[in-house]
């Protein structure tokens, strides 16, 4: 069975501040993906990264980085100078390649980010 | 491009009611997922349709069934329902070529169903 555990419920800070959402995962899967997802009021999921489980190399896009670690399952991200725009909740995944797992998403429980002005 | 579009946004319906709502997805995406995602939880997947077949099925009851049409675009349908039904279904399309999700799934804004 697959889990994500997104330990931070909430979190606020102030605008300009870094902040890093946590993410730990568990599989049976050899080969799997990992995704961030932002949930704007809205509703709508908006897709941020996939990485997949042979890549542990960590990426940077604009503000946003992540940091990949296969000996720990985690999969954090890291806004650099949070803007009010961020507020949001946030959304680890995980999908696997094989079996029942496959092509489906296994969320965590979400992080709701508040960046006050 | 339109992306993924569902219908209607909200909805009310009464307990034992049943209920279809309706996903079309990204153009050039051939697989449907839905997921229910209840107040302040994260989404669950509910099933998945490539080819007009089931192809996975989360742990969901048989009161909940779906369809996939040729022009790809999909149905949810729920049976019988209850107040534990009320939630927000989401409709996630992808592109699965030769059997392997290369590509991110793109999400709709969601039916916000409210079973009274």
Known sequence: AQKVTQAQTEISVVEKEDVTL??????????????????????????????????EQNEISGRYSWNFQKSTSSFNFTITAS????????????????GTSYGKLTFGQGTILTVHP | DAGVTQSPTHLIKTRGQQVTLRCSP???????????????????????????????RGNFP?????????????????????????ALYLCASSFLPGGYMNTEAFFGQGTRLTVV
């Open chain 1, 83 to 98: 803007q009010v725009v961020d507020s949001a909740v946030y959304f680890c995944a995980l999908s696997g390649l094989g």
């Open chain 2, 26 to 56: 990204k153009s050039g995406h051939d697989t449907v997922s839905w997921y229910q995602q209840a107040l302040g939880q994260g989404p669950q997947f509910i099933f998945q349709y490539y080819e007009e077949e089931e192809r996975q």
């Open chain 1, 22 to 55: 946590d993410c730990v995962y568990e599989t049976r899967d050899t080969t799997y993906y990992l995704f961030w997802y932002k949930q704007p009021p809205s509703g709508e999921l908006v897709f941020l990264i996939r990485r997949n489980s042979f890549d």
């Open chain 2, 62 to 86: 048989d009161r909940f069934s779906g369809h996939q049409f040729p022009n790809y675009s999909s149905e949810l349908n729920v049976n019988a329902l209850l107040l534990g039904d009320s």
